[in-house]
Nanobody, 114 residues
Framework: VQLQAYGGGLVQPGGSLRLSCAAS????????LGWHRQAPGKQRELVAH???????NYADSVKGRFTISRDNAKKTVFLQMNSLKPEDTAVYYC?????????WGQGTLVTVSS
């Protein structure tokens, strides 16, 4: 299973970005999906999770601003990020979980700064 995340970059506070993560070699439609992030000097944290049945949950810090979604036909998971704040700056990682095994993407850097 290989995951390729992309869409990160530099954005001003209040701006938006859409991250994408394409999976290959996986039973994508039978997988739970998630986005995590790791800021400098901090532990990796869960940002958004979509269970196999479609239920989603978000970290309190991003609720109402971030949205996770999936396209099973394209084997891609998305993270729409709106109203970005400097504290959202981090490397963002996608994750898929298939039959209780986690697979991770390589990370994409999001920098929120004026």
């Amino acid at each position: 299973v290989q995951l390729q995340a992309y869409g990160g970059g530099l954005v001003q506070p209040g701006g938006s970005l859409r991250l994408s993560c394409a999976a290959s070699g996986s039973i994508f439609s039978l997988s739970a999906l998630g986005w995590h992030r790791q800021a400098p000097g901090k532990q990796r944290e869960l940002v958004a999770h979509m269970a196999l049945g479609g239920a989603v949950n978000y970290a309190d810090s991003v609720k109402g601003r971030f949205t996770i979604s999936r396209d099973n036909a394209k084997k891609t998971v998305f993270l729409q990020m709106n109203s970005l704040k400097p504290e959202d700056t981090a490397v963002y990682y996608c994750r898929i979980t298939t039959y209780a095994v986690d697979y991770w993407g390589q990370g994409t850097l999001v920098t929120v700064s004026s």
